[in-house]
């Protein structure tokens, strides 16, 4: 009893070797073949049962032709005319012996290759029967057919029997050419008619489906507005415009779902935008309402206490740390309203080794940065995009200052044209990002540093500036086991327009 799991088995073989040929092959050619094969091997058993029963006529026509001749011969005791009579039928050839018997079973005389054995009471019993008869026996170990013609006198008393015999084989190699004949027609007349069904399944229907299937293969490999041509019987051309209707149904379809979903997409994100810049709006403005003047107030009694004193004793120390403290205040209030306000945008066509340039020898000055080896990797100018260059390099800015305070010590920014976008890479040495946090380093305020070191916003606001530029960014661990952040940014940027909705008017920056 066979499992399920092995009649799925071969039920899955099975419809993948059943096809419009295969059905063909075995329910139209198979059939046809098996008929004709039964109808020439009927044909061929008719012919053999011809063919020997004429071999068969033609020993006993021989026998007949000279059994008077012996006959006579026999009577007047002349047994070397009796001799001479077996001679003449012997020397046409297809007589392998001849022999004649008394009447009771004596041999008289024998002509071929090979002597009967003495078998007297047979001969007599076959003698005095009087009837002509042929039958096939073995006469020292050869297979042989006997005609046996009873011999009569004047008198009509039989004197004697001719025993007239041929060669099985001679009967054997004449069925046998006839079978190897009939096999050789029927594979060459097989051949020919699978070769005629084929070749018109072929130019009838197989290449009108061939060209239906490279049609849904290159549709599924991308080329979505291909279509079928409408070629081939009129059931296939039904076919090809059934299938070019649902592929552009499908067409329209997608473009209509791809149009819902993007303007779903930019209206959630433009939402979820709005609530965070309102709420991070209010943050900044309560912040920098709160701590603007106080912070400032602080700088300038500390910068003033510093003029007052000389050297480099704790008091010094201690307002320098101070004013430290209250610039990373002033740059993280920076942040929150850099974050939170609408900025306008200066569009404009811009090299990409420039960009780059620009970010690198503003790191340089950063001195955090500085210990870390910084390599560029690219064409000079590079491929041009149409972006807002302060805005882009900020963004970069700020992923190669990322790298250097995660701990490494080489970075790597790399930029190409990759097809109609320009591809930005920063890819460092350091100890990467935890696969399980990387989708959430965009979030405002979330940060991988230790409390009082960042403050979560510098990838937000990358973020959101490359989201501004239709572009996108994505995060991911490099070869050597650090982190790598490919941003990709349009070559030509429909939205280019300034603040003011008017467009930059072109030039190299």
């Known amino acids: 009893m066979l499992h399920v799991p092995k009649i799925n088995t071969l039920v899955r073989h099975f ?153 099985g084989s001679d009967f054997h190699d004449l069925i046998t050419d006839l079978r190897v004949q009939a096999i050789a027609f029927m594979v060459v007349g097989g051949v020919f008619i699978s070769v005629l069904v084929l070749l018109g399944h072929r130019l009838a229907i197989g290449r009108h489906f061939e060209r239906l299937m490279e049609t849904m293969a290159r549709v599924e490999d991308g080329q979505r507005d291909f279509r079928a041509g409408a070629e081939g019987p009129r059931e296939i051309r039904r076919l090809s415009t059934a299938l070019n209707d649902m592929l552009d149904g499908i067409r329209r379809a997608e473009h209509e779902l791809e149009d819902r979903r993007r303007t779903q997409a930019r209206l959630e994100d433009q939402l979820r935008h709005s609530e965070k810049l309102a709420a991070i709006g209010r943050l900044a403005s309560g912040v920098a309402h709160e701590l603007g003047t106080p912070l400032s107030v602080v700088d300038g009694k500390a910068q003033r206490a510093l003029r007052r004193l000389d050297g480099d004793g704790p008091e010094v120390r201690a307002l320098r740390e101070v004013r430290s403290e209250v610039t990373r205040m002033e740059h993280i209030v920076r942040q929150l309203l850099d974050f939170a306000r609408g900025t306008s945008h200066h569009y404009r066509d811009t090299a990409a080794g420039l960009l780059a340039s620009a970010a690198a020898t503003a790191l340089e000055h950063d001195e955090a940065s500085r210990s870390v080896k910084l390599e560029l990797d690219g064409e000079q100018p590079g491929p041009p995009c149409r972006v807002d260059p302060i805005r882009v390099e900020q963004v970069l800015v700020n992923l190669l200052r990322n790298a250097a305070q995660a701990g490494a010590t080489t970075v790597c920014l790399r930029w190409q044209e990759d097809g109609d976008e320009i591809l930005f890479t920063v890819e460092d040495d350091g100890p990467g990002v935890p696969g399980e946090i990387r989708d959430r380093l965009f979030e405002p305020f979330f940060t991988t540093k230790a409390v009082g070191e960042g403050t979560g916003l510098g990838l937000a606001v990358v973020h959101g500036i490359v989201s501004e530029h239709g572009g996108d960014i994505a995060i991911s661990a490099a070869d050597g086991g650090g982190t790598r952040v490919d941003v990709r940014f349009p070559v030509n940027e429909d939205g280019g327009q300034n603040g003011d909705g008017r467009e930059e008017s072109k030039h190299d920056a």
């Open 15 to 167: 419809r993948r070797f059943w096809s419009l040929r295969a059905a063909l092959i075995l329910l139209v050619l198979a059939p046809l073949l098996i008929g004709a094969a039964m109808l020439t091997s009927m044909v061929l058993w008719t012919l053999e049962k011809a063919a020997e029963e004429r071999m068969q006529e033609d020993v006993a026509l021989m026998a007949r032709a000279i059994s008077l001749p012996v006959s006579d011969s026999l009577e007047q005791g002349e047994d070397e005319g009796v001799r001479q009579a077996l001679e003449s039928v012997f020397r046409i050839g297809r007589i392998y012996g001849a022999y004649v018997y008394s009447a009771s079973g004596e041999p008289i005389a024998a002509v071929g290759a090979v002597n009967p054995s003495p078998r007297r009471a047979e001969v007599a019993d076959i003698a005095a029967a009087g009837e002509r008869r042929g039958t096939y026996e073995r006469i020292q170990g050869q297979d042989v057919y006997s005609y046996f013609v009873p011999l009569t006198d004047t008198g009509g008393q039989v004197s004697g029997l001719l025993h007239v015999t041929r060669r």
